[in-house]
Nanobody, 123 residues
Framework: QVQLVESGGGLVQAGGSLRLSCAASGRTFSRYAMGWFRQAPGKEREFVAS????????YYADSVKGRFTISRDNAKNTVYLQMNSLKPEDTAVYYC????????????????WGQGTQVTVSS
């Protein structure tokens, strides 16, 4: 069992930055690939970024490529999402998720989810 707790969301102006953190419980964090997803009001949850168990491979949605960076610290059981050059369309609840499989863009492939953190970007 893995419990995930996101933090770092908030209100920021367009062009600004935020860093989200996701802290995982347990001693098996390094066994899981991790992902970040987001869900805007009235929209389906969508893939943002994912990272392999070692952190050696990362994947991004086209909409955030070049602006967002996913990273992890297995010693701290934490995965991060650095978000730069934020746009109003980035406004959403951001979720981290863990999968025992390879990193993937599909929500159904993730085994554990956090409760989400709100990110609001004003224009």
């Amino acid at each position: 069992q893995v419990q995930l707790v996101e933090s770092g969301g908030g209100l920021v102006q367009a062009g600004g930055s935020l860093r989200l953190s996701c802290a995982a419980s347990g001693r098996t964090f390094s066994r899981y690939a991790m992902g970040w997803f987001r869900q805007a009001p009235g929209k389906e949850r969508e893939f943002v970024a994912s990272i392999s168990r070692s952190g050696g491979s990362t994947y991004y949605a086209d909409s955030v490529k070049g602006r967002f960076t996913i990273s992890r610290d297995n010693a701290k059981n934490t995965v991060y999402l650095q978000m730069n050059s934020l746009k109003p369309e980035d406004t959403a609840v951001y979720y981290c998720a863990a999968t025992a499989k390879v990193p993937t863009t599909f929500t159904t492939m993730y085994d554990y989810w956090g409760q989400g953190t709100q990110v609001t970007v004003s224009s």
